[in-house]
């Protein structure tokens, strides 16, 4: 039995990009050529010695003019932006650098962001605890010149200190979640020429305490290599005095209404807001109300269709702030209406629920590691070629392991289908300060993430790594989050009866977690074949897994035998859930269905789609169908 390509599965097929749904408007997404029109240089210069060659099919079209260049927001969508992602100068700071200091100082050449500087892709390819990047840009003339301008980080690991020419806008610390500075007072006037953007980057990977996911300056084994500095899009976004800062969704099926949270910069009395839902071109609710507080929007019981991985049903919306006649801001948006809870079934087992429907939860793990580009993906089109594999191979659910991606890729589960298991990045919680920042980064990573229907399940630690507090931090999640499921502690842990979910990992497996009448059983982390790929698709001949098999006849048939001792559980002792380790390989860890280059698929796809259907619809009520 071959490997089989990858990507071919998609193409031509992947080429159009799922037309149907909702989509950012191609409008939105028009300043990919912005740094020539700006006149910043972007010459081809040959890239730096690579630490290793290992590349993606998709490497090859990523250049200092392409980079990146979707709308990176696609939950709170403007029409005016403009991409920094490029060529930026970069310059080692190990020595601590004094935030004053300006880009005039010796730079070491050149580093393609939005990619971790250890990436090949960055052009660098080495691990710099310390250093600085910078870049110029000018801000458009065309820009209303009262509006204020918006710095956006998509996220820098793992503390950013910016400074725009000179002068220091501001400070981050937290290496997954977004942040922005209004950097307008200390912009030059617009004919006084180019403005001066620096970044500091300080980021100690494992050697420090703040939540790293599974990063090491020292990458072996199930760690992997440092992911530091800007690893997600930078852009401007020039917005009014009075604008939305963001927005919060909930959907409620059951009663047909979609509350709309507001929160907005400089409210005033005066200040009012029109919504508008669609449904493809039909607008199916309105609502209109003062900027202080929620919108209620009434929908008709018929318009109302629910969001599930079989049918994954987008609303688009669109929010006006206003002033009399004269609209101040608008922006874009979408939603879906989708309910995920817990049940009893006859036998009295605790089973996950989805619009009112137990469904199997049938995932697989995702560590969103790419050979070229680390934590950055080359590009969108691999981002959702790895979502769509994922569901060409029969899984419902992904679970995202040990970090948290860019927005783009939860805008892609939402619109393809795909159930999210989100972990909070571990850390090791050793003093009480970094303990106070993993609250921090987790409370950032559920309120930044929550619009997304694609995310039914937070996991707080898994296997132990840096446990504490966690009971305290389940009533956290439950108080911010009521909507989704919390996993307390996934695998060998301090079990405290908490949470949703009883989750075991066991290698190979299957196993059954210990009974727990309260909780949902599921096996969170299983299987683990290691199937060795040819040499040219190896990141390193220093390969390691947990169970050798020696080829694809004999990882299929070992997962059938999986499969067959999962549904006995599923029916005899109520097992509501299990994810397979895992969906690529990383580095040295050959776990993976596909290489690590995502040249190959190590499964027949077809096989591994009927076992894992099978083992769905065994543990699964049927579902209600949405009209067409």
Not at 431 to 436: G, Q, S
Not at 493 to 519: C, I, Q, T, W, Y
Request: aromatic share 10%; hydrophobic share 35%.
């Amino acid at each position: 039995m071959k490997p089989t390509r990858f990507c071919s599965i998609f193409f031509p097929a992947v080429l159009f990009l799922f037309l149907a749904g909702p989509t950012v408007p191609q409008e939105f997404i028009r300043h990919e050529d912005r740094l020539k029109e700006l006149g910043e240089s972007v010459s081809e210069e040959a890239p730096s010695p690579r630490i290793n060659p290992l590349k993606t099919p998709w490497a090859s079209d990523v250049t200092p003019v392409n980079v990146h260049p979707e709308y990176p927001r696609p939950t709170m969508v403007r029409e005016e932006w403009m991409n920094l992602n490029g060529l930026w100068n970069w310059r080692d700071a190990t020595r601590p650098a004094a935030v004053s200091t300006g880009v005039s100082m010796m730079n070491h050449g050149t580093i393609l962001v939005p990619f971790p500087i250890e990436s090949t892709l960055s052009r660098v390819g080495r691990n710099v605890e310390r250093f600085a990047c910078s870049r110029s840009f000018r801000i458009p003339e065309h820009w209303p010149k009262e509006h204020r301008i918006l710095l956006h980080f998509g996220a820098v690991d793992w503390e950013a200190v910016v400074m725009i020419n000179g002068r220091m806008v501001g400070r981050h610390q937290g290496g997954y979640d977004p942040f922005s500075f209004d950097i307008t007072d200390h912009l030059r006037p617009r004919d006084a020429g180019l403005n001066e953007l620096v970044v500091h980057v300080y980021d100690p990977t494992d050697r420090g305490d703040q939540p790293c996911g599974k990063q090491s300056v020292t990458s072996s084994g199930s760690r992997y290599t440092a992911c530091s500095g800007i690893w997600q899009t930078v852009w401007l976004e020039p917005v009014p005095a009075e604008h939305f800062r963001s927005v919060q969704y909930i959907a409620d099926a059951d009663a047909a209404t979609l509350t709309v949270l507001p929160f907005i910069e400089k409210p005033r009395k005066t200040l009012f807001i029109y919504a508008e839902a669609f449904d493809g071109d039909k607008t199916v609710a309105k609502a209109y109300g003062g900027s202080d507080g929620p919108l209620l929007m009434r929908f008709p019981s018929e318009a109302v269709k629910t969001w599930s991985p079989d049918r994954p049903h987008l609303y688009q919306v669109r929010l006006r702030l206003v002033e009399g006649e004269t609209t101040l801001d608008q922006v874009g948006s979408y939603f879906a209406f989708r309910k995920v809870d817990m049940v009893r079934d006859d036998q009295g087992h605790a089973r996950i629920r989805l619009n009112g429907k137990i469904l199997f939860q049938m995932g697989v793990i995702d560590q969103g590691y790419w050979p070229d580009g680390l934590y950055t993906a080359p590009g969108d089109l691999a981002v959702q070629t790895d979502i769509k594999v994922a569901k060409s191979l029969g899984f419902n659910v992904i679970r995202k392991h040990q970090k948290v991606e860019p927005e783009r890729w939860y805008y892609w589960c939402d619109r393809i289908g795909m159930l999210v298991w989100q972990d909070m990045p571990g850390a090791s919680n050793r003093t009480p300060e970094a303990k106070k920042q993993f609250q921090n980064e987790l409370q950032r990573l559920v309120l930044l993430r929550a619009n997304h229907p694609s995310i039914i399940v937070w996991t707080l630690f898994n296997e132990g790594r840096g446990q504490h507090r966690t009971m305290n931090y389940v009533e956290m999640l439950r108080e911010i989050d009521p909507t989704r499921l919390v996993n307390a502690a996934g695998g060998w842990r301090n079990d405290f009866g908490v949470g949703d979910l009883n989750d075991h990992h066991k290698f190979p497996g299957p196993e059954m977690p210990e009974a727990d009448p309260s909780r949902a059983a599921v096996l969170g982390s299983f299987g683990a074949f290691t199937l060795v790929p040819p040499e040219k698709h190896l990141w390193t001949p220093d390969t390691w897994g947990f169970q050798h098999v020696s080829d694809s006849k004999t990882l299929l048939r070992r997962y059938a035998a999986q499969h067959e001792r999962l549904r006995d559980m599923i029916l005899d002792e109520g097992l509501a859930g299990a994810v397979f380790h895992q969906l690529s390989d990383i580095e040295g860890e050959c776990n993976g269905v596909a290489s690590y280059d995502r040249e190959l698929l190590k499964v027949p796809p077809d096989d591994f789609y009927r076992i894992n259907r099978e083992t769905i619809n065994t543990g699964s009520e049927p579902p209600e169908r949405n009209d067409p």
